[in-house]
């Protein structure tokens, strides 16, 4: 399903004004994914930077938030994304409920395999998981050490972003061993 970037959603677009353009980053190859469409799911280049991305869905009874993180095999049943699967960054935007706050997590390929969420010859990875930014208090052991380490690959899009920090965030990153 080849579009266009007129079909960016709303936070992705604006995250394009506010973003990617002062940074000089442009996005080419923009297709919307026929599934996970309540997730807002694409994929696109970024400055030659294979890139998934979602929108991730306020859950009512849980703090953070949850994104879908799969692909279809050729049977039609869903699994996790491995490490052989051609991206380089999974992107996720986020936004605070009862606030007008945003924000986007940045997490590369080598990341993700390490945290098992991309599957590897180690470890079947995970078809979704949770999220916590930065506005998010998590309130159980588990959850306070994944914030921890997804905050590093976290950016809140406000008046002191730094354009600096975003652009660390999409530097090659060497792909983990399996």
Sequence with gaps: MN??????DSNLNQVKKMVFDPCGYDISGFVLERESKEYHASRFLLDGNHIIYRSAKVTPKKIGQFVTFWKRNSHGVIEPLEQTD???FYVVTTE?????????????????????IVSSEKKEGKRGFRLYPVWAVP???QAIRTQKWQLDYFYEINDSLSLERVKKLYEPVFEATA
């Design 3 to 8: 579009n266009d970037k007129n079909d960016l």
């Design 86 to 88: 051609p991206f380089d």
């Design 96 to 116: 605070a409920e009862s606030e007008s706050r945003l924000g986007q997590f940045v997490f590369p390929k080598s990341v993700l395999i390490d945290k098992g």
């Design 139 to 141: 309130n159980n052991k």
